[in-house]
């Protein structure tokens, strides 16, 4: 190592490179502390990443398909959901009855179309029901801690050890079988699993430095939970909302065909189902197309909620 | 000084898939091992120190992982990007090991600590049960674990981090490799068990006479243990050299800037730290000159459209940078650059 | 030279968590010192010596479990939540994690508007005028106000913590390890950038770190912590020329240099075994288990007392 020499390595290739690219610029007018990425929010770049994965994106044409359908359905039959035709009993899909008619000749697709209606609709109110509840006791255990939380926590494991049927008979027979009753019923025991949910998802952001950080700068309690604890939640909640939304309405599905659900005239699909049920034998139809509605809306629902948790993860962020 | 090469890279490329693009995250680099040296590869996070010893070890994730088609590691004569999973098995671990940064996660935590260092044994050097817990016994005396007969029987948990490390090491160093590859080996770590850990793996690659690839981001750690040093910035490889040389005529804008902007101990407090402005370039549509003429206070046109051509300073002593062109503006550069180059430049 | 007046007086500071039923964690343990205003104080130490809680305690963000934090007289863990508010604009906190520690669905321009929303200092395009102005302090670009945190890369996430910080123009600033996360070449920029607002707004700073170089460089005076006590107190430049502690000896020679003759020629003083647990710490001084020197008399706990002029060490066998 006695030679310190400095040798350069001639350009092997005849290209000559003219002085003036040798003119010394430093770090003038070049900055790569750019990202060259353009600047998205949050929710712009989830709806990005959702809308690259098919089978998402399949499951919201689905179920943007399926709630035309049970809305606009009735009107482009023309036909009640009430209306008995005893001339057409029975009838099995034709051009005329698109699902055939039931045993007391009511057409049976404006029937699917009305029930679904209803099933839906006690997703909905069901979900939205547990969603309030769920997230506020979640958000208020999380963040109390202490005896509240213990208390709220105990509240949860008795109400979720409670025989679920057991708890609905007893309020059909105290309120009735109604649209409403059953969404009481379906709602009073589900939040338990969203409280314990949020809360830990709270005690967990509750730990970040950015919390404390606004904290430190004078933050109230409110303005923790309003601006920093739950639009960290929020991503999570809604692949719980959508992922819950078709459990409640096979759990309609399920009391109305053991009769505990929707009472007559009103229909759901479970109403239809069991109703079709007795006649399988005979005229599989009249099971088999709100069989078939209850599949498919279920199945969007789940392809939209594993898009949503897919498109949520952080860790693919890049 | 002239040992043999035990590791070859030529060429290697390692680019990544991602949802943005294709990051490139080694773009073509050589280096080599050679048998009874400590090579530290330093850089700053993302520069590709880390994917380079992975695909030494063939433990990039894949499909997202891509090596370039002309790539080659070559070890003991063989090209390890042509081996198959169970060839490779047959290296990982008797050949070459690999410690990583995090002695948390990288002992199974329901295994007890003998039967782990017992597992490589018995699998790369079929050893009896019997032989490989005496063995495994010795390999934690050698790594300085104090009552070492009874934390055989312990399961990692009852190990502190800086225990755990040694036993990676012990884990590590069971089947006497030729080579080891240390991943930051103490950045989880507390500065006097650094120290405790540095000076283990220095004795005991006196002892054992094993090649080291030490991927670190701390010049102190490469300092004390490293005999040759490969600065890497933006998947390249920007200078390569004795510590020394390094250290000491550092040739390199990036390399020189490095080393000025800590702190020594006796650095004055009124002076101002040296600070490179800005951050290393995106790879996923990387620079198309060299990637640090943006932060560059020397640089030049050509800087930023063409890729510098190799400069060997010294056998061992090797960069790419433009500034060692004949044409190139040498007004104001740091003593260091034009040591040994001014004379022969002429 | 910073004139001496006090900012803030720390005085027999406890924080102990409850872990067991019978398991306490000293985290801090009877730590006192005072930092005027304007300077910097260094605390550096292992992890798990206490050096964050300490922090955070004095900040308020822990309450105390004894002793107490006199901020310009007051003690802060004594303020109902209105003086509370008011001590916040005067008391800020730059923490460690670039990543955790900016709100990932808020845009920069709302994350240092935080302090300004809160208190109400500026409303409207005054408002966004001193978010431009902020962002100009801490060297980010304007354009800068309606992006997201994961736009940007940790050193500039750290610039946008301390543009936060800065927006209630706070006389004192804990730095909970603002740089150890950063790469060696963007830690410079960060250190310059805080040495800077510190020349120009009068800023204290409460500089917590395990790097003893970087301690040294931006530190007027330094502690040195031990699970949960204070060890040794003193000038940074006394402490690196002349060190007293055991401990602070060990964990000075073991820093390794960037400088491959230095350290070559270097004795390291090895201490043997690792930091003990500070659940159920025992009685006497902390680092006896591991200490050479110590005897008998280590059993008990050695007082930090002043051997030289500002100098203060807690050991036995310091004459």
């Not at chain 2, 070559?74 to 940064?101: D, H, P, V």
């Amino acid at each position: 190592m006695s030679n310190l020499k400095g040798k350069l390595e001639r350009l092997e290739n005849s290209e000559v490179l003219s002085d003036d690219l040798f003119t010394r610029v430093g770090t003038a007018g070049l900055s790569s502390e750019q990202k060259n990425q353009p600047s998205i929010t949050y929710w712009a770049d989830v709806w990005r990443r959702f809308r690259k994965n098919k089978m998402a994106l399949l499951g919201l044409i689905i179920l943007t398909l399926v709630v035309l359908t049970i809305i606009l359905g009735p009107i482009i039959s023309g036909k009640d959901y009430q209306y008995m035709d005893s001339s057409v009993k029975k009838l099995g899909p034709n051009s005329q009855y698109w699902f055939g008619t039931d045993d007391m000749g009511r057409d049976l697709f404006t029937r699917v179309c009305v029930g679904g209606r209803i099933s839906i609709l006690i997703g909905f109110c069901c979900t939205f029901v547990m969603f309030i509840i769920g997230s506020s006791l979640g958000t208020i255990a999380g963040l109390k801690g202490g005896w509240v939380d213990n208390l709220i926590m105990r509240v949860c494991e008795f109400i979720g050890n409670l025989p679920y049927l057991i708890i609905v008979v007893i309020l059909a027979v105290v309120m009735g079988r109604s649209v409403f009753s059953l969404v009481f019923a379906m709602s009073l025991t589900s939040w338990v699993g969203t409280t314990r949910m949020v809360r830990g998802q709270v005690l967990q952001i509750r730990q970040q430095d950015f919390i404390q950080a606004a904290t430190a700068l004078g933050a109230d309690p409110k303005r923790i939970i309003l601006r920093h604890l739950l639009p960290n939640t929020l991503g999570i909640i809604m692949v719980t909302i959508t992922m819950s939304v078709p459990g409640f309405i096979f759990g309609e599905a399920f009391l109305s065909y053991i009769g505990l659900g929707i009472r007559p005239p009103q229909t759901s699909w479970g109403a239809l189902a069991s109703a079709g049920q007795q006649r399988l034998m005979f005229y599989p139809h009249e099971l088999f197309f709100p069989c078939l509605m209850l599949v498919i809306t279920i199945l969007a629902f789940h392809l939209i909620g594993d898009g949503l948790s897919d498109a949520l993860d952080p860790k693919l962020r890049k | 000084m002239s040992a043999q090469r035990i590791i070859d890279i030529k060429n290697l490329t390692v680019s990544f898939n991602t949802y943005t693009g294709t990051l490139q995250a080694v773009r073509g680099i050589d280096l080599h091992l050679k048998q009874g040296e400590v090579l530290a590869i330093v850089g700053e996070s993302g520069c590709g120190k880390t994917v380079t010893a992975k695909a030494v070890m063939r433990l990039l994730p894949t499909p997202q992982a891509v090596i370039g088609n002309d790539s080659e590691i070559t070890f003991a004569g063989k090209n390890l990007l042509s081996f198959t999973e169970s060839e490779m098995a047959k290296i990982r671990g008797k050949e070459i090991s690999m410690i990583f940064q995090d002695p948390m996660t990288s002992l199974n935590p329901t295994m007890k600590i003998g039967e782990q260092i017992a597992e490589s044994l018995i699998i790369h050097q079929n050893q009896s049960r019997q032989q490989a817990n005496s063995q495994a016994l010795a390999m934690l005396e050698l790594v300085k674990i104090p009552n070492a007969r009874r934390r055989l029987k312990q399961y990692p948990f009852e190990f502190s981090g800086g225990m755990r490390q040694r036993v990676m090491i012990a884990i590590a160093l069971a089947c006497n490799p030729k080579v080891l590859i240390a991943d930051e080996p103490t950045t989880a770590l507390d500065v006097t068990i650094q120290v405790q850990i540095m000076n283990l793996i220095k004795d005991l690659q006196q002892k054992l006479n094993q090649g080291i690839i030490l991927i670190t981001h701390d010049l102190g750690v490469v300092a004390s243990v490293a005999d040759r040093v490969v600065v890497m910035y933006a998947g390249k490889i920007v200078e390569e050299g004795t510590v020394d040389e390094i250290f000491y005529q550092p040739k390199h804008p990036y390399t020189f800037a490095l080393l000025k902007s800590i702190p020594k101990l006796n650095t004055n407090n009124q002076e101002k730290l040296y600070s490179l402005a800005g951050t290393p370039p995106e790879l996923i549509n990387p620079p198309l000159g060299c990637p640090f003429a943006a932060r560059c206070e020397f640089g030049m046109k050509v800087c930023r459209v063409k890729y510098p051509v190799i400069v060997n300073f010294t056998d061992s002593h090797q960069g790419y940078c433009w500034l060692y062109h004949e044409k190139a503006d040498r007004t104001g550069l740091p003593v260091q650059f034009l040591q040994g180059v001014e004379s022969s430049a002429q | 030279m910073p004139n001496k007046e006090v900012l803030l007086q720390v005085k027999n500071l406890k924080k102990y968590f409850k872990v067991g039923r019978k398991e306490i964690l000293k985290a801090v343990d009877d730590v006192s010192f005072d930092i005027y205003r304007g300077e910097t104080l260094g605390l550096v130490g292992e992890s798990g010596c206490g050096k964050t809680t300490c922090g955070k305690t004095v900040l308020g963000l822990y309450d105390a479990t004894g002793g107490e934090v006199l901020f310009d007289g007051t003690n802060i863990h004594q303020l109902n939540t209105r003086e509370k508010k008011e001590f916040t604009k005067r008391a800020q906190i730059i923490f460690q994690d670039p990543y955790s520690s900016l709100n990932q669905r808020m845009t920069v321009g709302d994350i240092i508007g935080e302090g300004i929303d809160i208190h109400r200092l500026y409303r409207g395009q005054e408002r966004q005028d001193k978010i431009y102005e902020l962002l100009d302090t801490v060297g980010l670009n304007p354009g800068h106000i309606f992006r997201f945190p994961h736009e940007f890369s940790g050193g500039q996430r750290q610039r946008i913590g301390i543009a936060r910080a800065l927006a209630v123009e706070p006389d004192f600033i804990v730095c909970d390890e603002p740089i150890s996360a950063l790469d060696v070449s963007v830690q410079a920029q960060i250190v310059n950038l805080l040495t800077e607002l510190q020349e120009t707004k009068g800023l204290a700073y409460l500089f917590i770190a395990h790097d003893l170089s970087m301690i040294k460089y931006i530190s007027d005076r330094v502690g040195v912590m031990y699970l949960g006590t204070l060890v040794e107190f003193t000038r940074s430049d006394q402490l690196y020329k002349k060190p007293l502690h055991p401990y602070t000896k060990a964990l000075l020679s073991a820093i390794p240099i960037p400088d491959p003759i230095v350290e070559r020629r270097k004795e390291t003083i090895p201490i043997e075994g690792e930091i003990a647990s500070p659940i159920n710490p025992e009685p006497g001084c902390r680092f006896a288990s591991r200490c050479e020197l110590a005897q008998e008399i280590c059993r008990n706990k050695p007082p930090l007392r002043e051997v030289a002029d500002q100098h203060l060490v807690a050991c036995h066998m310091v004459r």
